[in-house]
């Protein structure tokens, strides 16, 4: 099993960034898939989140500025962020999960500028 997250790199406050998590060796349509985040210091937190059946939830920092998506043919799943802020900076993880099954790709950097 293999997730690999891109998509990350430096932006100005107020900008986008949309990172992709392509996942490989599992079963794709049937995993939940999110997004989680840790900043420097600080613990990883869940950032976004979309369960096999599409249905989304968001922590209360992102809401209304970041999606999450997937795509089960091309075995994706994006997260759109726009409006970035500075206390967006932090390195995302994507992860895959099933019942008691989980998996983590590596960090892409996201680093948003003021």
């Known amino acids: 099993v293999q997730l690999q997250a891109s998509g990350g790199g430096l932006v100005q406050a107020g900008g986008s960034l949309r990172l992709s998590c392509a996942a490989s060796g599992l079963a794709f349509s049937i995993v939940d898939m999110g997004w989680y985040r840790q900043a420097s210091g600080k613990q990883r937190e869940l950032v976004a989140r979309?369960?096999?059946?599409?249905?989304?939830n968001y922590a209360d920092a992102v809401k209304g500025r970041f999606s999450i998506s997937r795509d089960n043919a091309k075995n994706t799943a994006d997260l759109q962020m726009n409006s970035l802020k500075p206390e967006d900076t932090a390195v995302y993880y994507c992860?895959?999960?099933?019942?008691?099954?989980?998996?983590w790709g590596k960090g892409t950097l996201v680093t948003v500028s003021s």
């Open positions: 992860n895959a999960g099933f019942r008691t099954y989980a998996t």
């Open positions: 979309i369960t096999s059946d599409g249905i989304t």
